[in-house]
């Protein structure tokens, strides 16, 4: 194998640099000793100082949205400010906030003179999107148009809603010639497509409730009857403290007009002068409602950790890697703390090995080239949740990241490999990328000799791994990922997933192999292709 020190004459002998290989890999401007020596600062000591502390039982088992996790995001931040880490995330601080809630309804009814009428049938109403409250009885509606508010064309002008129900028809007023008077286009605006804009707009006017004629209700009710029967916890964007929308329900067009009887003449009239002129009148509609909107909340609320390393080539800064391991782990089961060593307090602490090294780097010079995001995620053990915020919530843009090295469990030894713990399972670093396949292999072979086991790589793994880490949320975004991993074990999910039980010279050797992975993927010419089609 030609040596990168002798590409690097030659190339500065003939004033060019370009991409070149060195074996399997593209060469780059550092030379292999110089890698080792960074790599070499991922010690057993220092692993051993930060995982005591991560799996302490004072971390309470560090269960997302628990005191015992914001403990660990409260360490973990720390540790990236002493290594003088700019602040990057929220409110200038090493935090993403990441939301997630579960919602139901307890009771869920609406009575028109006395009769109840038929939820997801006749009339449609969204736990997530209304606040918990009891029964409200209704004597008037106030018909307001499309409960629009804009420059171009307002329902809310003059009028005072404050304390009132309204009703008001999806979309935006067209006029003649199909021209809309929002846009003022034949083509509609923002209006027709947000009702989370009107939602807010009528919160901010005081507004109780808003009802909505939907002539799609059979087609929109779908992802209403979904999140009524679905338990999962779903992404969210504000906490139930935070809600700035009114209550609202949809109804069937068949409904809307039962409910306002005589006055429906009224508000077709004052419809159609709306759209002719293209200025708003409101009805009021007497009605008998009672409206009961009681419902469950479960929040989960936790932290993603961010540390940042700027690359220092001014073009490839703008790219990024992403290095990453969950810190979260089950908690505590009466008086027993799960602390979590291996699962996954070794891959938070080999990430913050790393994080130093790099930091090294740059200190003396030496890149990376590309900027390198050390992302600590809680969650993880709630169904992925913290990566699957950031996939959704990018700190960096998706299409600049280039890759996700995900560490998951590095501290045992399964059963598989008792006698020679020297390995590492290695998934899906071919899934998406043969480069990234190739990069790890040659990282291995040049710098640490494990053995790699593909086993669980295989499309037609009954465990299914690849699709059980963070890696994943990064891989379905076409992102290439690769995820280590060292097995289950007999203390897997258990009390006695300790600190006594690492293996802490694995957990270094295993720590340097991702380290040179992430050091070519940072520091080579071109960024690795994504070239497996499935």
């Given at each position: 194998?030609?040596?990168?020190?002798?590409?690097?004459a030659v190339?500065?002998?003939?004033?060019?640099?370009?991409?070149?290989?060195t074996?399997?890999?593209q060469?780059?401007?550092t030379?292999p000793?110089?890698?080792r020596?960074?790599?070499s600062?991922?010690?057993?000591e220092?692993?051993?100082?930060?995982?005591?502390?991560?799996?302490?039982d004072?971390?309470?088992?560090?269960?997302?949205?628990?005191?015992?996790?914001?403990?660990a995001a409260?360490?973990?931040?720390?540790?990236?400010?002493?290594?003088?880490?700019?602040?990057?995330?929220e409110?200038?601080g090493?935090?993403?906030?990441?939301?997630?809630?579960?919602?139901?309804?307890?009771?869920?009814?609406?009575?028109?003179?006395?009769?109840p009428?038929?939820?997801?049938?006749?009339?449609?109403?969204?736990p997530s999107?209304n606040?918990?409250?009891g029964?409200?009885?209704i004597?008037?509606?106030?018909?307001?148009?499309?409960?629009?508010?804009?420059?171009?064309?307002?329902?809310?002008?003059?009028k005072?809603v404050?304390?009132?129900?309204?009703?008001?028809?999806?979309?935006e007023p067209?006029?003649?010639?199909?021209?809309?008077h929002?846009?003022g286009?034949?083509t509609?605006s923002?209006?027709?497509?947000?009702?989370?804009?009107?939602l807010?707009?009528?919160?901010?006017?005081?507004?109780e409730?808003?009802?909505?004629?939907?002539?799609?209700?059979?087609?929109?009710?779908r992802?209403?009857?979904?999140?009524?029967?679905?338990?999962?916890?779903?992404?969210?964007?504000?906490?139930?403290?935070e809600?700035?929308?009114?209550?609202v329900v949809?109804?069937?067009?068949?409904?809307a007009?039962k409910m306002m009887?005589?006055?429906?003449?009224?508000?077709i009239?004052?419809?159609?002068k709306?759209?002719?002129?293209?200025?708003?009148?409101?009805?009021?509609?007497?009605?008998?409602l009672?409206?009961t909107?009681?419902?469950?909340v479960k929040?989960?609320?936790?932290e993603?950790v961010?540390?940042?390393?700027?690359?220092s080539d001014?073009?490839?800064?703008?790219?990024?890697?992403?290095?990453?391991?969950?810190?979260d782990?089950?908690?505590?089961?009466g008086?027993?703390?799960?602390?979590?060593?291996d699962?996954?307090?070794s891959?938070?602490t080999?990430v913050?090995?790393i994080?130093?090294?790099?930091?090294?780097?740059?200190k003396?010079?030496?890149?990376?080239?590309?900027s390198?995001?050390?992302?600590l995620?809680?969650?993880e053990?709630?169904?992925l949740?913290?990566?699957?915020?950031?996939a959704?919530?990018?700190?960096?843009?998706?299409?600049?990241?280039?890759?996700?090295?995900?560490?998951?469990?590095?501290?045992r030894v399964?059963?598989?490999?008792?006698?020679?713990p020297?390995y590492i399972?290695?998934?899906?670093?071919?899934?998406?990328?043969?480069e990234l396949?190739l990069?790890?292999?040659?990282?291995?072979?040049?710098?640490?000799?494990?053995?790699?086991?593909?086993?669980?790589?295989?499309?037609?793994?009954?465990?299914?791994?690849?699709?059980?880490?963070?890696?994943?949320?990064?891989?379905?975004?076409?992102?290439p990922?690769?995820?280590?991993?060292?097995?289950t074990?007999a203390?897997?999910?258990?009390a006695?997933?300790?600190?006594?039980?690492?293996n802490f010279?694995?957990m270094?050797?295993?720590?340097?192999?991702v380290?040179?992975?992430?050091?070519?993927l940072?520091?080579?010419?071109?960024r690795?292709?994504?070239?497996?089609?499935?």
């Amino acid at each position: 194998m030609i040596r990168t020190t002798l590409l690097l004459a030659v190339a500065l002998f003939s004033g060019s640099l370009f991409s070149q290989m060195t074996g399997p890999v593209q060469s780059l401007k550092t030379t292999p000793d110089q890698a080792r020596e960074l790599a070499s600062t991922i010690t057993v000591e220092d692993m051993e100082r930060h995982l005591y502390i991560l799996a302490d039982d004072d971390m309470e088992g560090r269960e997302t949205g628990e005191p015992g996790q914001k403990r660990a995001a409260e360490y973990l931040a720390k540790q990236f400010a002493g290594l003088g880490l700019p602040a990057i995330g929220e409110n200038n601080g090493y935090y993403q906030r990441i939301l997630f809630t579960r919602q139901k309804w307890d009771n869920i009814e609406l009575k028109l003179n006395g009769e109840p009428l038929r939820h997801l049938w006749e009339y449609a109403s969204a736990p997530s999107q209304n606040t918990d409250r009891g029964t409200t009885r209704i004597t008037e509606l106030t018909f307001l148009g499309y409960g629009i508010d804009d420059e171009a064309y307002s329902d809310y002008e003059g009028k005072d809603v404050s304390g009132k129900h309204i009703l008001i028809f999806a979309g935006e007023p067209v006029g003649k010639k199909g021209i809309y008077h929002v846009s003022g286009k034949d083509t509609i605006s923002d209006w027709s497509n947000n009702n989370e804009r009107k939602l807010q707009i009528a919160k901010e006017k005081g507004v109780e409730t808003v009802f909505i004629i939907d002539p799609d209700f059979k087609t929109n009710v779908r992802n209403i009857r979904q999140e009524t029967l679905d338990g999962r916890m779903r992404m969210a964007e504000q906490s139930e403290a935070e809600r700035n929308t009114a209550n609202v329900v949809y109804l069937t067009p068949q409904l809307a007009r039962k409910m306002m009887g005589k006055a429906g003449k009224k508000v077709i009239k004052a419809r159609k002068k709306m759209e002719k002129s293209g200025r708003s009148k409101s009805v009021t509609v007497p009605v008998n409602l009672e409206l009961t909107q009681a419902k469950a909340v479960k929040e989960l609320i936790g932290e993603n950790v961010l540390g940042f390393v700027e690359g220092s080539d001014p073009v490839l800064k703008d790219e990024v890697l992403v290095v990453s391991a969950h810190y979260d782990h089950i908690g505590k089961r009466g008086d027993n703390v799960f602390n979590g060593a291996d699962d996954n307090g070794s891959g938070t602490t080999t990430v913050l090995e790393i994080a130093e090294a790099f930091v090294t780097a740059k200190k003396q010079g030496l890149g990376p080239r590309r900027s390198v995001l050390f992302l600590l995620v809680s969650g993880e053990e709630k169904g992925l949740l913290g990566s699957e915020y950031y996939a959704s919530h990018p700190v960096f843009p998706l299409d600049k990241t280039i890759a996700d090295i995900n560490v998951d469990m590095v501290g045992r030894v399964d059963d598989e490999h008792a006698d020679n713990p020297e390995y590492i399972y290695v998934i899906g670093s071919d899934r998406l990328s043969s480069e990234l396949h190739l990069i790890n292999e040659h990282a291995n072979k040049e710098y640490t000799q494990l053995e790699l086991d593909y086993t669980y790589n295989a499309e037609d793994d009954p465990n299914r791994y690849y699709y059980r880490s963070d890696h994943y949320n990064f891989a379905v975004k076409g992102i290439p990922s690769v995820f280590y991993f060292n097995g289950t074990h007999a203390d897997y999910h258990q009390a006695t997933d300790t600190v006594d039980k690492i293996n802490f010279e694995k957990m270094e050797k295993i720590g340097r192999l991702v380290f040179h992975t992430a050091w070519q993927l940072a520091n080579q010419d071109r960024r690795i292709e994504v070239d497996v089609k499935k």
